[in-house]
């Protein structure tokens, strides 16, 4: 049986294939051959994201997408969830999360067992993408209560922000330019940058 490697980190600081090793050697002690790595740097409550795209697009019927964690794959909100997991369904692929012991049954061919066993652990994976979005929001939640803090301490203050990379905003605004029809990930690929950037950069031209 094959398998999908699907890594995914919050921010470029973090290494999306820190967990790269340990789901190879998952993947061999289970006896399924590596079909696929995808990683990328993007935030998990962003449904469309490119790599996931692309493993859902390549991935075929009755194989295994193999996650760390159930917030490696979403910290989406409860709509995205069920879409996503309605695509994963459709596709026919088998997902498991590697310290989700109840999913490791979905790599062998179901009987009875399989089947109680599956619907326990759709109920785990629907109770942890909760608390991993819940997670999420309250990691929000505490940085906008912080923001709030500083600015009733002190008046004047506001936030430096992280700004615009102007030479990368540059290279894909001539990128852009010079190849009007290339996709956003193209684009992204070239310029050596999220398709978040593409996105945002083809927005703000649009805007103004």
Known sequence: MKAHLYLRASTKDQDALRAKASLEAFAADKGLAL?????????????N??????LLNTAEKGEVLLVESVDR??????????TLKATIKDKGLRLVIADLPTSHMLIQDKGITGQIMEVINNMLLDLMATM???DQEKRVDRIKQG???K???QPD???AGKGKDKELWGRVQALIAKHPTMSADDVAKLAECGVATVYRIKREQKAG
């Open 35 to 47: 079909a696929g790595t995808y990683s990328e740097n993007i935030s998990g409550t962003k449904l």
């Open 49 to 54: 994201r490119p790599e996931l795209m692309r």
């Open 73 to 82: 794959l979403s910290r989406l909100s409860q709509e995205d969830w069920e």
């Open 132 to 134: 991993a979005r819940l």
């Open 147 to 149: 923001l709030e803090n």
């Open 151 to 153: 600015k009733a301490a």
């Open 157 to 159: 203050w506001k936030p």
